[in-house]
């Protein structure tokens, strides 16, 4: 097969500031305090604006957008999310994180799904299966054997937790989902959390574990790709029965700023690690073969 390059990015946080009191009488005001008394300094939309132009220039085939595209889910912040990924140069998968469904209106009137769904052709039985009403979805890439399956595991929460959950429900779509995909093909596991639980109790997956599981029995899911921490990862736990995992890092982040581009194959993968150094530039480049 023809290698596929996919740029794997997400954390953007685009962050309008609201005064209006019926707005802000949710967890939205701590949002709000807390941008503009800590994290205003610390991220740069720049940043995000000259992701367009240089994803055209290499020619990616696919983008996957991994979440925290708002910062209180205001619809202002939702529209500037818009107008980004009109500009993308190449098919995008976008799933939400925990600041998309950052308050409780927001999670359970779906706003996520009024402003980003993902184009799909349904011409496969997987395509009962979507993000807003199961969950979980699965976008075939072009013509290969290589699936996207994209998780919904973000949910509002009480003021200082950022929480995700991989629901029952969530679990048994997942594994039926996955049923459906032929036994030869290879798998993208893509989700805005992490599964291990190495991180603060607040900010980690409720029942990770459960999808632990999963990453580790179903050989066919090469890479689970994620965001949330701010921290870029690239870890090939192949020997340890797990698949590559990565962590695409924070892509507004002013000091620390990352994505990842990987050109993958049927042999294996390129992880090409970009940082923002007053303009994007590949700062490592790591090679793994499929070893699972």
């Known amino acids: 097969m023809k290698p596929l390059r996919i740029a794997q990015i997400s954390d953007f946080h685009l962050t309008e500031v609201t005064y209006n009191p019926f707005r802000l009488c949710s967890k939205r005001l701590i949002g709000i305090l807390n941008w503009l008394f800590s994290r205003k300094s ?35 912040e ?17 799933i939400p994180g925990n600041h998309d469904h950052y308050t409780l ?21 997987t395509g009962f299966f ?65 599964f291990f639980q190495n991180d603060l109790h607040r ?29 870029h990862i690239i870890a090939n736990l192949q020997p340890s029965g797990l698949p590559v995992v990565l962590d695409s890092g924070c892509c507004t982040d002013s000091k620390k700023g990352s994505w990842n581009l990987l050109t993958i194959d049927d042999h294996g993968i390129q992880i090409d690690a970009y940082f923002w150094k007053n303009g994007w530039t590949i700062s490592r480049t790591e090679n793994f073969a499929w070893t699972r």
């Open 42 to 76: 610390s991220y740069s939309k720049e940043q995000v604006y000259a992701l367009s132009p240089l994803l055209k220039s290499l020619k990616v085939d696919h983008i996957l957008l991994g979440g925290d595209f708002t910062t209180t889910a205001l619809p202002s």
């Open 203 to 231: 900010r980690t997956l409720e029942r990770g574990k459960d999808l632990e599981k999963i990453v580790t029995e179903d050989t066919r899911i090469k890479a689970y790709l994620h965001g949330h921490t701010h921290r």
């Open 130 to 194: 979507n993000l807003a009403e199961q969950g979980v979805e699965a976008h075939r890439l072009e013509a290969s054997n290589w699936w996207v399956v994209a998780l919904d595991t973000a949910q509002a929460t009480l003021t200082h937790s950022a929480r995700g959950l991989f629901k029952e429900t969530t679990e048994k779509n997942l594994k039926e989902l996955l049923s459906l995909i032929p036994s030869d093909h290879s798998i993208l596991l893509f989700n805005h959390y992490p």
């Open 78 to 94: 939702y529209k500037l999310a818009v107008d980004f990924v009109e500009t993308l140069p190449a098919p995008w998968i976008a």
């Open 105 to 125: 209106r927001a999670y359970y009137q779906k706003h996520f799904y009024k402003y980003l769904t993902n184009h799909r052709e349904i011409n496969h039985k």
